[in-house]
């Protein structure tokens, strides 16, 4: 992964950042001990807030579903009358040097946040959609996080990733790519570049998902997938 620019001087200080959950977890007595709990850790995509981005995950199972939302890092007006905001996770200015630092963040939300499913079964599902699939499959794949369902949503895979990337999934892991037919975001071109990329990294782990819309979460997508 090449900078565009030259970082110039660099200086390391501390940085505060926030991010969302949906519902409450539950841990479970003994005699629930079968139960299994979803916990999803989602990454939204450019222009999005993890506030709002979490409302696409309303509809499931609240008892049954924990949903994890860190929050892009870097935030800019999205009107010319400064009133709506929106966050990007990178750019191509010192690309490197800010995925560094998203990395960091991010393990820190999954260190906070892991004490509460400790000793509970859960089915762990990480989730990127558009912009948020370069960052959960880096962080992944840099972290060797073993997830129960990887899910790539209308995003492209970042082109430096290599299959012994993901050497650490077990062999029976689900990987979805998903998107929508009449996403205006991806082309044809681009659909067989995915796929291509897609099946080189998971093989036959790789199951693609299209349906009817455009560049948009498809919630009904995100039911099954907490069904089971």
């Given at each position: 992964?090449?900078?565009?620019?030259?970082?110039?001087?660099?200086?390391?200080?501390?940085?505060?950042?926030?991010?969302?959950?949906?519902?409450?977890?539950?841990?479970?007595?003994?005699?629930?001990?079968?139960?299994?709990?979803?916990?999803?850790?989602?990454?939204?995509?450019?222009?999005?807030?993890?506030?709002?981005?979490?409302?696409?995950?309303?509809?499931?199972?609240?008892?049954?579903?924990?949903?994890?939302?860190?929050?892009?890092?870097?935030?800019?007006?999205?009107?010319?009358?400064?009133?709506?905001?929106?966050?990007?996770?990178?750019?191509?200015?010192?690309?490197?040097?800010?995925?560094?630092?998203?990395?960091?963040?991010?393990?820190?939300?999954?260190?906070?946040?892991?004490?509460?499913?400790?000793?509970?079964?859960?089915?762990?599902?990480?989730?990127?959609?558009?912009?948020?699939?370069?960052?959960?499959?880096?962080?992944?794949?840099?972290?060797?996080?073993?997830?129960?369902?990887?899910?790539?949503?209308?995003?492209?895979?970042?082109?430096?990733?290599?299959?012994?990337?993901?050497?650490f999934l077990s062999a029976d892991t689900p990987v979805?790519?998903?998107?929508?037919?009449?996403?205006?975001?991806?082309?044809?071109?681009?659909?067989?570049?995915?796929?291509?990329?897609?099946?080189?990294?998971?093989?036959?782990?790789?199951?693609?998902?299209?349906?009817?819309?455009?560049?948009?979460?498809?919630?009904?997508?995100?039911?099954?997938?907490?069904?089971?």
């Amino acid at each position: 992964m090449k900078n565009k620019t030259s970082p110039g001087h660099i200086v390391s200080y501390q940085h505060l950042n926030t991010y969302e959950t949906l519902n409450a977890f539950q841990t479970v007595g003994h005699e629930e001990s079968e139960i299994v709990k979803n916990v999803w850790f989602v990454f939204h995509g450019m222009g999005y807030l993890s506030k709002y981005f979490k409302k696409y995950f309303e509809r499931l199972d609240p008892t049954n579903n924990y949903i994890i939302v860190p929050q892009a890092p870097s935030k800019y007006y999205q009107d010319k009358k400064f009133k709506y905001v929106g966050a990007s996770w990178l750019t191509k200015e010192t690309t490197s040097l800010d995925l560094e630092n998203v990395m960091r963040y991010i393990d820190a939300v999954w260190e906070a946040e892991k004490p509460k499913w400790k000793n509970q079964k859960i089915r762990l599902i990480l989730m990127g959609y558009s912009q948020g699939v370069s960052i959960v499959t880096r962080w992944a794949s840099s972290r060797k996080i073993n997830c129960d369902h990887l899910l790539l949503h209308s995003g492209a895979i970042p082109q430096e990733l290599t299959a012994k990337d993901f050497d650490f999934l077990s062999a029976d892991t689900p990987v979805t790519y998903l998107y929508g037919n009449k996403d205006e975001y991806i082309t044809a071109a681009r659909k067989t570049e995915q796929q291509l990329k897609g099946n080189a990294l998971f093989d036959e782990r790789l199951k693609v998902e299209v349906f009817d819309g455009v560049h948009e979460v498809y919630t009904p997508f995100l039911k099954k997938l907490a069904a089971g």
